[in-house]
Every structure is written in C-alpha cells, then in structure tokens.
C-alpha cells in the first residue's frame, strides 16, 4: 500500500514564500512521475505542477507558472512544491500524487493520493 504524506502548509502572507514536502512510502516510486494538486472550497481539484521521475521534465499549470517552482529530493522518493510570491488565490488543500505514467501525471484521478496540507494566504 502506497504511503504519501504532506506537509509544510500553513499561512502565508501574499509574496511570501513557502515550501511544500511530500514524502512517498512505495519502494517503486523512482521510476514514476509525481505532481501537485490542489482544491479550493467548493471547487474541482486541479492541477498544480509535476515532475518526471529523473527531473527532467516538469509541467505547470499556467495560474502557477514564473511563481512556483517542483522538485525531486535525490532519494527520488520526496517531492517538493516551492511556493513564491503567493496569493489569496492559491488557497487551498495541496495534495501529492504518485503518477502510473507521464501521461496522466496532469489528471486528478488515478494514481495514489496523500491526504493533503492546508495552505492560506491572507494578510
């Protein structure tokens, strides 16, 4: 049974910073993609940003793209979500993905799922 645990949300002031960690248990997770969702009170989950499992290959979703930043730990089994210059609309429950494939990294379903980190952005 795969094992993703978040953590590093919190409040943050709009431009601070922040840094997410999510930490996978599956002793296969260095072959797979891994990515970032979020969900917003009474909205779909979306999709934040993924990485493939060597780093080479990173997406982002536009409403993130020039502020946040997706890394891989060298152990291959930690991902990171660095949050810059944040804004009340990033507000949400963050969650990390563990991804079968490339392909459906950018989806909100399949996969395995951590439970999620809160992170508010409010002056």
């Known amino acids: 049974q795969v094992q993703l645990v978040e953590s590093g949300g919190g409040l943050v002031r709009p431009g601070g910073s922040l840094i997410l960690s999510c930490v996978a248990s599956e002793g296969t997770f260095s072959r797979k993609p891994m990515g970032w969702f979020r969900q917003a009170p009474g909205k779909e989950r979306e999709f934040v940003a993924a990485?493939?499992?060597?780093?080479?290959?990173?997406s982002y979703s536009d409403s993130v793209k020039g502020r946040f930043a997706i890394s891989r730990g060298n152990a291959k089994n930690t991902i990171y979500l660095q949050m810059n210059n944040p804004r009340p609309e990033d507000t949400a429950v963050y969650y990390c993905?563990?991804?079968?494939?490339?392909?459906?990294?950018?989806?909100?379903?399949?996969?395995?799922w951590g439970r999620g980190t809160q992170v508010t952005v409010s002056s």
């Open positions: 990485i493939s499992w060597d780093s080479s290959s990173r």
């Open positions: 993905k563990l991804s079968p494939n490339w392909i459906s990294v950018t989806t909100p379903t399949g996969g395995s």
